[in-house]
């Protein structure tokens, strides 16, 4: 009992560490921030033909 106590602290304390982490440094917006700039090299090297 007391070692699966002492496993489920440890977990909860590291998933929080990592989320403040995150958190803290706004990496969740840098990653998405440089996904959207691959996203749009991506297309923006496809041709387009717009005829209205």
Avoid: E, H
């Amino acid at each position: 009992m007391c070692k699966v106590f002492k496993k489920a602290v440890k977990l909860s304390t590291m998933v929080v560490g990592v989320l403040f982490v995150v958190y803290f440094w706004n990496l969740d917006q840098k990653v998405l921030g440089w996904a959207y700039r691959q996203v749009n090299a991506m297309f923006d090297r496809k041709p387009a033909d717009i005829k209205f």
